[in-house]
């Protein structure tokens, strides 16, 4: 099995910033995808951001220049820094990995809120 430990979440001013770590352990394809996406209440779950084990990026437009998604394959860790925070980047975050062997597997974590607010 493999499971996912996010930390980082919390309460924010606008214009502040966070940095959420996702630290996976467990048997884990060496060449897999990991992420981050959020769910705000009332909306559906959307990919914030996502990096593959050989560096290829993936940010959704409404966070590009604000902020970054990084990795330690070593570690099985994943990160995500986030700056110029705003109201609307107010969500529960989770962290996801996934891989294709033969079909797509793919596990997530229990999640960690973030709330931008004065």
């Known amino acids: 099995q493999v499971q996912l430990v996010e930390s980082g979440g919390g309460l924010v001013q606008p214009g502040g910033s966070l940095r959420l770590s996702c630290a996976a352990s467990g048997s884990i394809f060496s060449r897999n995808t990991m992420g981050w996406y959020r769910q705000a209440p009332g909306k559906e779950r959307e990919l914030v951001a996502s990096m593959t084990t050989n560096g290829i990026t993936t940010l959704t437009d409404s966070v590009k220049g604000r902020f970054s998604i990084s990795r330690d394959n070593a570690k099985n860790t994943v990160y995500l820094q986030m700056n110029s925070l705003k109201p609307e980047d107010t969500a529960v975050y989770y962290c996801?990995?996934?891989?294709?062997?033969?079909?797509?597997?793919?596990?997530w974590g229990q999640g960690t809120q973030v709330t931008v607010s004065s």
């Open positions: 996801n990995v996934r891989w294709q062997y033969i079909s797509w597997i793919e596990y």
